[in-house]
């Protein structure tokens, strides 16, 4: 059996180590918070520079920057630099379908 089995639309690691246990709950700590969730469905729609981002949202540019240096390190965004501007996009599409899939929940009768 290789790493990963897959049974009834579950996937089990074979080992659920130290190091996957942070990356998980680390994961959950940035959808937990409510400016990075509106900044993950933001850029998930489109790519934005910060200035973008904080006009789109109503957010100052230090509060975008702050949440966006923290799901860089988790490597869930990315960024492209265009002269002076940096523009950001998704970087972990599981991440955004989790995202995605929690947002259904939430609108669900």
């Not at 490597?75 to 940096?86: E, H």
Request: proline share 0%; glycine share 0%; charged share 30%.
């Amino acid at each position: 059996m290789d790493e990963t089995s897959k049974t009834d639309n579950t996937i089990h690691c074979k080992e659920l180590d130290d190091e996957t246990l942070f990356i998980v709950s680390q994961t959950f700590k940035a959808l937990s918070d409510s400016t990075r969730i509106r900044i993950l469905y933001l850029i998930s729609q489109k790519e934005c520079s910060v200035n973008e981002i904080a006009e789109e949202l109503s957010l100052l540019q230090s509060t975008v920057s702050h949440q966006l240096r923290f799901l860089k390190n988790l490597r869930l965004v990315k960024f492209r630099r265009a002269g002076t501007t940096l523009f950001y996009s998704i970087d972990d599409q599981h991440v955004i379908d989790l995202l995605n899939e929690a947002i259904d929940h939430a609108c669900h009768d």
